[in-house]
């Protein structure tokens, strides 16, 4: 049996680890819940755009808008002949497998694409996934540190602008994103999303408006919009994913730190308890060996 | 009186009746009074006016577009913000 004063030390440090997981747990529980209130924000700027666009969108208008421009149609030939992949991961751990699952999904989405021949590009967000992609050497083609928990409009533009630049030039063929999709704090499945070619959300036109100036000048302005909010939303969702990642991960780290101060607090006692009947025995028996 | 919603890109700015509302299109200001056609416009920049029983209240705008459909206003822009008077 281990030494009483061994255990005692244990006991301490795994309460001062647990404290530390306590406070993670309660601040991530305080973070996800502004970081939930801009994904729910949000929404209805998603929502609108994407219903005004789907009413003025036709076919007929689809062939003029270089971001709608599909893969098979494109310049050079059919298919999907360069592509770019953006990866968001976090900045920081102790989140559980968030980051690795992240990771692992842009990993398999990277084969599919270069199984398919395609060239494909990687875009990195966050720190995780730029450590983990120099470990493994691969190009890169940018990488970006500075965003941390909460992403402004002004980010996603910066980073999805050359990207449409490019791909309106015909430079790109395609252009994912791999991130955490937030469907409640415990659930945030990572997710591939095509932000271009622009699928454009199918609507049809219901009402007849009075448009200033054309349908087709209003969309030009709107569909960079869309695809920017595209964006947006993929980095703000994962931003309040990660919070809900590390508050699921802290808790369990606080759970299981309980159980085993309470198994070190047991056989602590018990060792406590054998040594001092040992001592009294020692005692007794030394008492009787006296009186003979 | 009509319903009207201003939305930017991060959250929902305000959402409520009016009585008119004055915002700056793309080749100057638009009024919008009730029952107005379906109408779609994109936005400039400047100051949405939004009247209601009197008193006004007034959100700077920046990019985006403002709908008009059955009696619902919705200016949805990139950026908006109260503005001071």
Same mark, same amino acid.
């Given at each position: 049996?281990?030494?009483?004063?061994? $255990?005692?030390?244990?006991?301490?440090?795994?309460?001062?680890?647990?404290?530390?997981?306590?406070?993670?747990?309660?601040?991530?529980?305080?973070?996800?819940?502004?970081?939930?209130?801009?994904?729910?924000?949000?929404?209805? *700027?998603?929502?609108?755009?994407?219903?005004?666009?789907?009413?003025?969108?036709?076919?007929?208008?689809?062939?003029?808008?270089?971001?709608?421009?599909?893969?098979?149609?494109?310049?050079? !030939?059919?298919?999907?002949?360069?592509?770019?992949?953006? $990866?968001?991961?976090?900045?920081?751990?102790?989140?559980?497998?968030?980051?690795?699952?992240?990771?692992?999904?842009?990993?398999?989405?990277?084969?599919?694409?270069?199984?398919?021949?395609?060239?494909?590009?990687?875009?990195?967000?966050?720190?995780?996934?730029?450590?983990?992609?120099?470990?493994?050497?691969?190009?890169?083609?940018?990488?970006?540190?500075?965003?941390?928990?909460?992403?402004?409009?002004?980010?996603?533009?910066?980073?999805?602008?050359?990207?449409?630049?490019?791909?309106?030039?015909?430079? $790109?063929?395609?252009?994912?994103?791999?991130?955490?999709?937030?469907?409640?704090?415990?659930?945030?499945?990572?997710?591939?999303?095509?932000?271009?070619?622009?699928?454009?959300?199918?609507?049809?036109?219901?009402?007849? *408006?009075?448009?200033?100036?054309?349908?087709?000048?209003?969309?030009?302005?709107?569909?960079?919009? *869309?695809?920017?909010?595209?964006?947006?939303?993929?980095?703000?969702?994962?931003?309040?994913?990660?919070?809900?990642?590390?508050?699921?991960?802290?808790?369990?780290?606080?759970?299981?730190?309980?159980?085993?101060?309470?198994?070190?607090?047991?056989?602590?006692?018990?060792?406590?308890?054998?040594?001092?009947?040992?001592?009294?025995?020692?005692?007794?028996? !030394?008492?009787?060996?006296?009186?003979? | 009186?009509?319903?009207?919603?201003?939305?930017?890109?991060?959250?929902?700015?305000?959402?409520?009746?009016?009585?008119?509302?004055?915002?700056?299109? *793309?080749?100057?200001?638009?009024?919008?009074?009730?029952?107005?056609?379906?109408?779609?416009?994109?936005?400039?920049?400047?100051?949405?006016?939004?009247?209601?029983?009197?008193?006004?209240?007034?959100?700077?705008?920046?990019? !985006?577009?403002?709908?008009?459909?059955?009696?619902?206003?919705?200016?949805?822009?990139?950026?908006?913000?109260?503005?001071?008077?």
């Amino acid at each position: 049996m281990a030494k009483p004063r061994e $255990l005692k030390r244990r006991i301490r440090s795994v309460q001062n680890t647990r404290k530390i997981t306590k406070t993670m747990e309660l601040v991530s529980t305080s973070k996800l819940k502004r970081a939930q209130d801009r994904v729910v924000g949000a929404r209805p *700027y998603a929502q609108a755009l994407a219903e005004v666009i789907g009413e003025l969108y036709s076919p007929e208008l689809a062939e003029r808008f270089p971001l709608l421009r599909q893969p098979g149609r494109s310049v050079r !030939g059919a298919g999907v002949r360069r592509s770019a992949l953006l $990866l968001i991961t976090s900045n920081r751990g102790l989140c559980g497998a968030f980051n690795s699952n992240l990771i692992r999904e842009a990993r398999r989405r990277l084969e599919e694409l270069e199984a398919q021949d395609t060239h494909t590009e990687l875009h990195l967000v966050g720190k995780k996934g730029v450590s983990y992609f120099k470990f493994t050497r691969r190009n890169v083609a940018s990488q970006r540190v500075d965003i941390g928990d909460r992403p402004t409009l002004r980010h996603a533009e910066e980073l999805v602008q050359p990207l449409m630049d490019r791909f309106a030039a015909g430079d $790109l063929d395609a252009v994912d994103v791999v991130f955490a999709k937030f469907n409640s704090a415990v659930s945030t499945p990572p997710t591939t999303m095509r932000i271009l070619p622009v699928t454009p959300p199918t609507k049809r036109r219901s009402v007849n *408006y009075i448009l200033e100036p054309s349908a087709e000048e209003i969309l030009d302005e709107l569909l960079p919009l *869309y695809v920017q909010n595209q964006f947006y939303r993929a980095l703000v969702e994962t931003a309040a994913a990660e919070h809900g990642a590390r508050r699921t991960a802290m808790k369990n780290a606080t759970d299981a730190g309980q159980d085993m101060l309470t198994i070190l607090q047991r056989t602590f006692n018990r060792a406590r308890q054998a040594q001092i009947t040992q001592e009294l025995a020692e005692i007794v028996g !030394g008492a009787e060996a006296l009186k003979g | 009186m009509m319903r009207v919603s201003v939305i930017s890109a991060e959250r929902a700015v305000f959402e409520g009746e009016a009585d008119a509302v004055v915002a700056p299109a *793309y080749d100057g200001l638009v009024g919008i009074l009730p029952r107005h056609a379906p109408f779609m416009t994109l936005l400039g920049t400047g100051i949405a006016k939004i009247h209601r029983s009197g008193e006004t209240i007034r959100l700077r705008v920046a990019g !985006g577009f403002l709908q008009v459909a059955s009696n619902v206003v919705r200016i949805v822009a990139g950026s908006a913000s109260p503005a001071d008077s």
